[in-house]
C-alpha cells in the first residue's frame, strides 16, 4: 500500500531508468552566439521550467562528440540548432548535427532549427560562408596523406552536406529582420507545445485515487507557506512513478526540479547536500524528493531553506519514522526534560536530540540521569550533552572528529572546538606531554624546554610572540633534541623560536611545518621533509630557495609560504617540487629571480608574486601550465621596477599567462591605460580581474575580449573618467576613489544595450560598489549611462549627501545640489521662491569622517522629485495642511490636467528618514517610497519637500487620498510635526521651453506613470526603494510589512466612509 501525509512546512530504492534527462538540447556555435542570442535563449528556456542542455565549453577540438553531449542528445526530447554564420567551420557543430538528425528519424526527436541571420538557401546549397567551410573541410581532407584517413574524411564530409541540406528543409524560425526577445518568446512557447505534458496514468491498480488527492493538493494556490506531501510505502511498491508523473504533469507550473534516489546519491562523506541545495530556489517551486531514508538528509534540505509561499513539495521514503510531525507517546516529557537541561542550547539541543533520535524512552531517561550528575552553569551544560552524543559514536567515528581535512575553508562551531580540547586534556589532565596535541604555547615551551615530548604528540603551536614570558625563566632558546622521541608528530609550529643544534632528529613523519621568523639563511640540509604537504617559512630571513642544489626531496610538498621573506633573492628547485599547487612569495621586496623550472610544477593553481617589487621578470614558463586558477602580480610596479611595460611586447605577456586563468589580479601596479594589449581574449577562462590603485583614465579595451569575466574591480583608479561596455557577463564591479582632485573628473558608464536584462538586473551589487561614498569635503561629479531598454538596476545607497556634487545614473537617480538647479525646473515643480533650501548647510555623517556641513541637494528618482533642509519651515504655497504625520484629501476639480502632487513633511529626527506611502483609495493603488537621501545627523529638525509626477491616470478629480509618514526601523514611535500637500496644474498658455525641461526627466522607464513593474509588490502596490524592494524579496514579505502596518481600516474606508474618516481626523486644521 502507499501512504500519503501531507504536511505544512514549519522511493524506492530501484529508481526507474527515464527515457529523457532533458527537455531540450541546444546545438549552436560558440564564436557567434553563447553570449548573446544562444545565452538569452537557454535562459528563458530555463525559466520555462524546461530542463535544458547547453554545453559550457568554449573550445572544442577534434572530430569526434564528447560522451557526454552524445548522451545528452540522446537524453533529449527536443533539439533546437541554431544555425549562424560559423556554424559549419566547426565539425563538434556538424557531428551533432549528424546526431540530431539521427535521433530524430529513429526515436521521434523534435527538432527546430534557428537560421540565425543565415539563409535556409545558403545552409541548403551550402553557398557563403558555409560553402567556404565546407571548402576548407575538403582541403583538409586533400592534404591528408593517410590514405585511408582521407577516405573516412571525405565519407564524413558527403555525410554533414546531407545533414545540412536536411536541416534545411525542416520547418524553423528565420531570425532575420526580427526582434530577438519576439523570437525567443515564440520558440519557448512552440517548445512548450510540441513537448505536451503525460496523458497516460501509469497502469497501476488503485493509483487513480491518489493522482487524484495529489492533483487537488497541487492545484490548491490557497495555501500562505510552502506544503510537504509525503508519499511512504515498500520497496517497489510504485511510490517514485507516482511522484514522477505528479510532477511531469505539473512542473510547467512551477520552478520545478525532481532529486531522485536521495539515498544512493546522498551516501558519499559530504553527503551531496550542495548539489541538492543549488537545486533550490527563492521561487515557488515544486520539489520531488526522492527515495530519503534519514533525517539528517531532510533536515539539511528543507530544514532552513526559505521556500517561496506555495511551494510543494513532494517526499517519498520507506521510513515511517519521517512522516511522523510528533513524538510518539512517552517521549514528550523526557523531550521538556532534555530541552529544560540544555537550556534552550540550539547546537546542544540539535546534537543531542540527533544522537537519541530512534532510542526508546528508558535510554532517554539514562541519558538525562547521567547529564545531572553535576551542577553545571548553561554553558557547560551544552558541551556535557554535546559530550554525551560524542560518547555515543563508534570507535571508527570518534577518530574521524579529530581528522577533519582542510579545505579552502575550515569552520568549527567554538564549543565543539572547546568540547574537543576538553577530550585532549582528559587524555592527561596533568602530563601535557603525554597528551596528543598541544596548543597552550605556555605549556609548548615547558614541554619542548624540559625535553619531555613522547610519541604520543601529533602536533604542537609554539609562537614566541604569543608568549607571556614574565611567569618564564631562564634561557628561551631551545634545543633540537626535544623532538628527538615524537616519532609521530605530523604538524608543528614554532614561530620566532630560536633553535638550536642539529635538525636530523627531526621528526620525520611531519605533514605541515610552519616556521615564521626562521633565522637562518638557508634551510638546513638535514631537516627532514620528506613527508611535508606544507612549508610555511614566512618572515624568514632566509636568503635563497633552491631544493635541486640542496639535493632535498620534497616530492610530497604541495604548499609552499615563503611570504615576507625580505631577504629572499631567488627561488628556484621546482623540479624537486611537481606536487606543488600553491606558491606564496608575496612581498619578498629583494626578490630578483624565479626559476623558469617553476613550469614543471604542473599541478601548481595559485602563484602569489604580489609586492616582490625588484622581480626581473615574470617566469615565461608559467604560461604552459594547465591548471593556474589564480596568479597575483599586485604592486609589480612595471615603471619602476626592472620589469618591462606590458605594452612593450602585448603578445609576448599575454602568452606568458597561463590560459587557465580564473583570477588575475594586477593592482597597484602603475598600469596606464598604454600599458595594457590590445587583446586578453587568450585568457578565455578568466573571472575576475583586479586592477584597482592604477593610473587608468578608462576600462582598458582589451576587457572587452575576455569572455567570462564576471567581477572586475577598479577601486581607487582615481584618473578614472569612463567605463564604457564592459563585458555581458559581468556580475559585480568594483569602483570608488577618494582623492581631492576627483572634483574635477567626469565619471561615466555606459553597459552593451544587447546585455541580458537578468544579467543587468543582478548587477545591482555591481552599481551598488560603483557609486562611493564619498568625504563629504569633496565635490565629484559622477555620470552612469545605460541602455534605456535595459531592466532595471535594483542598487544601494551606498553614499551621502556631499557638496557641490551631482551624479547620475541615466534613467535610475539623479542628484544636483540646490544652488544648480535650473529655476524653470523648480517652476515646472511649482515650488516658488525656494531659495531658502539653497542658502542652508545641511549637516551630514560619513562613517569615516565624521559630521560636516554641506549644501542642500535635489535628489530624483521613480518620477519623484525630493530634497531636505535643515528647519521647521513649510513653505507657504502649500495650504493643505495636517498637525500629524498622515493627511487625507480628496483630489479637487480643476479645469486643467494634474501634473504633479508637492508633499512636505516636518520636524523629522535624524539619522533616517522616513517612508513615506500615498494610497489612491479610490482606484487601490499604493505607492511606497523611501527617498533615496541618506544619513543625516545633528540635533536639529529637518523637513522633507518631494514633487511627485502624478498625472490623471494615477490621480484625478474625486478621488480620495490618504498620505502618512513612518519613521521605520531607525526611528520608530516617532511622528512627523506636520504635513501638507499642494497641486500642480498644466497651465492655460503652455510654455514649451518649461515642458522640456520635465520631458527628459518624464522619458525615463521606471516612473510613476510609466513601467514600475520590477517594483511591484502586489497588485496595484508598488515599493519605490531601490535597495529596500531588494530587501523585501530576500526577507520573504517581511520588510514593508513591518514598516507599514497600519491596520486594514484606510483599506475598507471607500468613497462612503471618507467624509466621516475625514472629518473624525482633521476637523480643524485642514
Known amino acids: 500500500m502507499v501512504i500519503l501525509s501531507e504536511f505544512v512546512a514549519s522511493s524506492s530504492s530501484s529508481s526507474p531508468t527515464y527515457d529523457h534527462k532533458y527537455d531540450v538540447f541546444l546545438s549552436f556555435r560558440g564564436v557567434d552566439t553563447r553570449f548573446n542570442f544562444t545565452n538569452h535563449l537557454h535562459r528563458a528556456l530555463v525559466e520555462a521550467n524546461l530542463s535544458t542542455f547547453l554545453d559550457d565549453e568554449e573550445i572544442q577540438t577534434g572530430e569526434f562528440l564528447k560522451p557526454e553531449l552524445e548522451n545528452a542528445i540522446k537524453a533529449s526530447r527536443a533539439s533546437i540548432i541554431v544555425l549562424s554564420q560559423n556554424y559549419a567551420s566547426s565539425t563538434w557543430c556538424l557531428e551533432e548535427l549528424v546526431l540530431i538528425l539521427e535521433q530524430k528519424r529513429d526515436s521521434n526527436q523534435i527538432v527546430i532549427p534557428i537560421f540565425y541571420h543565415v539563409e535556409p538557401a545558403d545552409v541548403r546549397k551550402q553557398q557563403r560562408s558555409f560553402g567556404e567551410a565546407m571548402e576548407k573541410h575538403k582541403h583538409k581532407m586533400e592534404s591528408e596523406s593517410n590514405v585511408k584517413e582521407k577516405g573516412r574524411l571525405g565519407e564524413k564530409i558527403e555525410i554533414w552536406k546531407n545533414a545540412l541540406k536536411q536541416v534545411s528543409n525542416l520547418k524553423g524560425k528565420d531570425a532575420k529582420g526580427r526582434f530577438e526577445s519576439e523570437l525567443i518568446e515564440e520558440i519557448v512557447n512552440d517548445i512548450h507545445i510540441r513537448l505536451g505534458a503525460p496523458t497516460t496514468l501509469p497502469q497501476f491498480v488503485g493509483m487513480e485515487r491518489h493522482v487524484e488527492r495529489i492533483t487537488s493538493w497541487l492545484t490548491d494556490g490557497s495555501s500562505l507557506t510552502a506544503d510537504i506531501l509525503t508519499i511512504w510505502g515498500m520497496g517497489g511498491i510504485g511510490k517514485t512513478y507516482l511522484a514522477n508523473y505528479a510532477y511531469e504533469l505539473h512542473r510547467r507550473d512551477y520552478t520545478s526540479s525532481f532529486v531522485g534516489d536521495i539515498s544512493r546519491r546522498c551516501a558519499g562523506k559530504y553527503l551531496g547536500l550542495l548539489d541538492i541545495e543549488n537545486a533550490l530556489a527563492r521561487k515557488k517551486v515544486l520539489l520531488v524528493l526522492d527515495d530519503v531514508d534519514s533525517l539528517d538528509q531532510l533536515d539539511a534540505l528543507l530544514g532552513n531553506k526559505g521556500f517561496h509561499p506555495g511551494s510543494k513539495i513532494i517526499i517519498t521514503t520507506k521510513d515511517m519514522s519521517l512522516i511522523e510531525s510528533y513524538p510518539s507517546d512517552g517521549y514528550e516529557e523526557v523531550s521538556r526534560k532534555l530541552a529544560r537541561y540544555c537550556d534552550g542550547h540550539p547546537l546542544a539541543l540539535e546534537v543531542l536530540g540527533k544522537s537519541l533520535h530512534k532510542r526508546d524512552v528508558p535510554y532517554w531517561e539514562e541519558c538525562i540521569k547521567g547529564l545531572k550528575k553535576e551542577p553545571l552553569s548553561g554553558i557547560e551544560k551544552a558541551k556535557r550533552a554535546l559530550m554525551m552524543s560524542f560518547d555515543s559514536l563508534s570507535s571508527d567515528n570518534d577518530k574521524e572528529f579529530f581528522n577533519i581535512k582542510w579545505t579552502n575553508e575550515l569552520m568549527m562551531h567554538s564549543m565543539i572546538q572547546e568540547m574537543g580540547r576538553d577530550l585532549v586534556r582528559q587524555e592527561s589532565p596533568n602530563k601535557p606531554w603525554e597528551r596528543s596535541r598541544l596548543w597552550c604555547h605556555e605549556e ?24 607571556d614570558k614574565k611567569n618564564l625563566r631562564g634561557s628561551f632558546e631551545l634545543k633540537t633534541e626535544s623532538f628527538g622521541l615524537m616519532d609521530n608528530l605530523k604538524l608543528l609550529q614554532l614561530n620566532y623560536v ?10 620525520e613523519e611531519l605533514r605541515w611545518l610552519c616556521m615564521h621568523g626562521f633565522p637562518l639563511k638557508s634551510i638546513p640540509l638535514d631537516l627532514p621533509m620528506e613527508n611535508l604537504v606544507a612549508l610555511d617559512m614566512s618572515y624568514s630571513k632566509i636568503e635563497s630557495f633552491d631544493m635541486s642544489k640542496d639535493k632535498q626531496l620534497l616530492g610530497s610538498l604541495k604548499i609552499l609560504d615563503l611570504s615576507f621573506c625580505e631577504q629572499l633573492h631567488s627561488v628556484g628547485g621546482f623540479s624537486e617540487l611537481l606536487a606543488l599547487e600553491r606558491l606564496i612569495l608575496r612581498s619578498c621586496i629583494n626578490l630578483t629571480d624565479v626559476c623558469e623550472s617553476v613550469g614543471q610544477c604542473v599541478e601548481l593553481v595559485h ?103 564576471e567581477k572586475l574591480s577598479m577601486i581607487y583608479c582615481d584618473k578614472m573618467i569612463s567605463i564604457e561596455h564592459p563585458p555581458r557577463t559581468l556580475r559585480e564591479l568594483h569602483i570608488y576613489s577618494n582623492i581631492q582632485n576627483s572634483k574635477t573628473l567626469t565619471r561615466k558608464i555606459k553597459f552593451d544595450p544587447e546585455m541580458s536584462p537578468l544579467n543587468l538586473l543582478s548587477q545591482y551589487r555591481c552599481v551598488r560598489t560603483l557609486v562611493p561614498r564619498y568625504s563629504p569635503s569633496l565635490g565629484v561629479f559622477g555620470q552612469y549611462n545605460f541602455d534605456p531598454e535595459m531592466s532595471p538596476l535594483i542598487f544601494d545607497k551606498a553614499w551621502i549627501i556631499f557638496p557641490q556634487s551631482s551624479l547620475e545614473i541615466d534613467g535610475m537617480v539623479k542628484i544636483q545640489p540646490m544652488e544648480s538647479v535650473e529655476e524653470k525646473l523648480l517652476h515646472s515643480l511649482g515650488w516658488i521662491n525656494p531659495e531658502f533650501t539653497k542658502e542652508m548647510l545641511l ?3 560619513d562613517i569615516h569622517t565624521g559630521s560636516d556641513k554641506s549644501q542642500t541637494q535635489l535628489y530624483y528618482e521613480f518620477g519623484i522629485f525630493s530634497t531636505i533642509y535643515e528647519g521647521e519651515e513649510m513653505p507657504s504655497w502649500i495650504k493643505c495642511r495636517s498637525k500629524v504625520s498622515s493627511i487625507l484629501f480628496t483630489i479637487p476639480s480643476s479645469p486643467n490636467n494634474l501634473r504633479g502632487l508637492n508633499f512636505c513633511c516636518v520636524d523629522m529626527v535624524p539619522p533616517k528618514l522616513p517612508y513615506i506611502k500615498i494610497i489612491n483609495i479610490t482606484t487601490n493603488h499604493t505607492w511606497i517610497y523611501e527617498p533615496y537621501i541618506d544619513f543625516v545627523s545633528g540635533d536639529y529638525c529637518f523637513s522633507l519637500l518631494s514633487h511627485w509626477m502624478f498625472g490623471p491616470n494615477e490621480m484625478k478629480a474625486g478621488d480620495h487620498i490618504i498620505i502618512t509618514v513612518e519613521q521605520g526601523h531607525y526611528n520608530h514611535g516617532l511622528q512627523a510635526k506636520e504635513c501638507g500637500i499642494s497641486f500642480v496644474y498644466d497651465e492655460d498658455e503652455k510654455n514649451d521651453e518649461e515642458e522640456d525641461v520635465l520631458d527628459y526627466y518624464k522619458s525615463w522607464n521606471y516612473i510613476i506613470g510609466r513601467d514600475l513593474s520590477p517594483f511591484q509588490l502586489t497588485t496595484g502596490e508598488y515599493v519605490l526603494n531601490n535597495d529596500g524592494f531588494l530587501n523585501y524579496l530576500s526577507h520573504n514579505n517581511k520588510c514593508y510589512h513591518r514598516y507599514f502596518d497600519y491596520g486594514a481600516w484606510y483599506e475598507e474606508a471607500g468613497r462612503v466612509a471618507f467624509k466621516k474618516a475625514f472629518k473624525a481626523f482633521f476637523p480643524k486644521e485642514v
Open 498 to 507: 630560536q633553535l638550536n643544534g642539529s635538525f636530523d632528529k627531526f621528526p
Open 843 to 845: 549637516e551630514t555623517h
Open 444 to 467: 609548548s615551551f615547558k614541554v619542548l624546554k624540559q625535553r619531555k615530548g613522547t610519541e604520543n604528540i601529533l602536533g604542537i603551536t609554539l609562537d614566541m610572540k604569543m608568549l
Open 607 to 709: 602563484i602569489d608574486l604580489s609586492y616582490c617589487c625588484k622581480l626581473k621578470k615574470v617566469p615565461i614558463s608559467i604560461g604552459k601550465l594547465k591548471k593556474v586558477k589564480t596568479l597575483l602580480l599586485d604592486g609589480c610596479d612595471f615603471h619602476e621596477s626592472q620589469i618591462e611595460p606590458l605594452s612593450s611586447d602585448s603578445k609576448f605577456f599575454v602568452i606568458s599567462l597561463p590560459i587557465s586563468l580564473r583570477m588575475l589580479s594586477l593592482a597597484n601596479s602603475n598600469l596606464g591605460n598604454e600599458s595594457f594589449p590590445a587583446d586578453f581574449s587568450r585568457l578565455g577562462m578568466l573571472e575576475e580581474l583586479c586592477l584597482d590603485n592604477n593610473p587608468i583614465v578608462s576600462m582598458p579595451s582589451c576587457v572587452r575580449s575576455l569572455p567570462r569575466l
